[in-house]
């Protein structure tokens, strides 16, 4: 009895190497079209396009199955690194506060960041950003 989801798996992972080939080809032509004629830089090949596409892949977008690298990784939090929980808690704390107090909770909230203070559910009062 044959698996179908070894075929899909192994067909979506062509489909990507196959995609991935003609990005490369992509990148090879418009680099070739355009920076030679606007900068006067050398012409690349398929195998430098390629290259160039997984150094700005390594250095900008990292790769999610295998790690985060580059400064931008994927962070599921965005600014609380944590879970949607917290994130969600912070905006309904917020959504009711006037201007001035939401700045206010802002920057206690930061001022608890940068401190290491990761985990607050509630920022702390002493503490004011300057």
Known sequence: MRNP???RGAFIFLFFIGLFALASLGVMYLWNWLIPAVIGWSVINYWQALGLMVLC???FGGFRGFGHFGPFGHHPGGFFFGNREEHNRFHEQMKN?????RREHIRRHMADF???RFNTQEPSSGDNAQ
């Open 114 to 116: 940068r401190n290491g």
């Open 97 to 101: 506060m006037p201007w001035e107090e």
């Open 57 to 59: 892949r390594l250095l």
């Open 5 to 7: 989801g070894i075929f």
